[in-house]
């Protein structure tokens, strides 16, 4: 593992908003905001009323493989704290370990999944100093000529060094399942979990529009399914069938539910708007975003 600066160990969440334990905090994430200052965006989002965002770790707000990248995670974390901002860590950027081909080398790439590893641990160091309490991350595809017993062995393998970091710095799991990836569903996710023995810091990452498009019940009840090991919630639109993140009211998702399951699990993380294609429109997209989650929330309790 490369080094990548001095981090803290088992460093604690930033302190939760006060509250009742069933309010629920809205996020969003900084890839829906690829054309702003990282401060910038902030800034923003803190002054429409955030609690917290998803920072995607990538070339343009915050590179995991900049020589300075504990002093700019250093002032990141001081920015968290001034705006009254949680966080968790996103690792899906398109094109930060390879200009040429998206979401490449992934743990099932052979060669290149080193560094695949080496960013989720850099990625856990860095929430670690965040006081950010999640990674969030994803199998990636399978290559065609990869059987899938290979596959399973690779991705347990890598899930496991991560975990060992985890755990040496107090840092949760989140792990997606993608659509289109190798590990695309909660089934997916379930099978991997027994695979690992089902760890105290692994759960997962659920993105609510992923649940429309392919998962086989409505949305809440993924949700209820998911909530056991739920530690990270990403929400946007979607379709049936269709993995396009859409605004909201656009896609055919009844959000009122799904606030009420979110409840129903007990679940207290950030639910973070997942819109990586609007950077274009941020600010306004931002806005009516929150607007839209809160109306759906409200609607749950009236």
């Not at 690829?34 to 590179?63: C, F, K, M, P, W």
């Not at 009122?256 to 409840?263: C, D, G, K, S």
Request: glycine share 8%.
């Amino acid at each position: 593992m490369s080094e990548i600066g001095s981090f803290p160990t088992n460093a604690t969440a930033l302190p939760k908003h006060s509250g009742s334990e069933r309010t629920l905090r809205f996020g969003y994430g900084t890839n829906g905001f690829d054309n702003h200052r990282l401060t910038d965006s902030l800034e923003i989002l803190a002054e429409q009323g955030y609690d917290g965002v998803a920072v995607t770790l990538d070339h343009d707000h915050l590179d995991p493989f900049h020589p300075d990248v504990a002093e700019h995670t250093a002032r990141l974390r001081r920015d968290l704290e001034r705006l009254e901002l949680d966080a968790v860590v996103e690792t899906g950027a398109r094109y930060l370990l390879d200009p040429r081909h998206k979401h490449h080398p992934t743990l099932l790439s052979e060669p290149g999944r080193a560094l695949r590893l080496d960013l989720l641990h850099r990625a856990v160091h860095i929430a670690a100093q965040l006081r950010a309490g999640v990674v969030s991350f994803w199998s990636g595809t399978k290559p065609d000529h990869l059987d899938d017993e290979t596959a399973w062995s690779l991705l347990v393998e890598g899930c496991s060094e991560v975990l060992d970091t985890a755990a040496e710095y107090g840092v949760k799991l989140g792990f997606e399942p993608e659509p289109g990836m190798f590990v695309q569903d909660l089934d997916g996710f379930e099978q991997l979990a027994a695979k690992l023995n089902h760890p105290e810091l692994f759960g997962v990452t659920l993105d609510i529009g992923h649940c429309r498009c392919l998962e086989p019940v409505d949305v809440p009840a993924c949700v209820r399914r998911a909530g056991p090991d739920l530690v990270n919630v990403q929400i946007d639109d979607m379709r049936r069938g269709v993995h396009e993140h859409l605004e909201f009211g656009e896609g055919d998702i009844d959000f009122p539910p799904v606030m009420a399951a979110l409840r129903e699990v007990g679940y207290r993380g950030l639910v973070s708007v997942e819109l990586p294609r609007h950077s274009h429109a941020a600010p306004a997209v931002a806005q009516r975003s929150l607007r839209f989650l809160r109306q759906a929330a409200t609607e749950v309790t009236a």
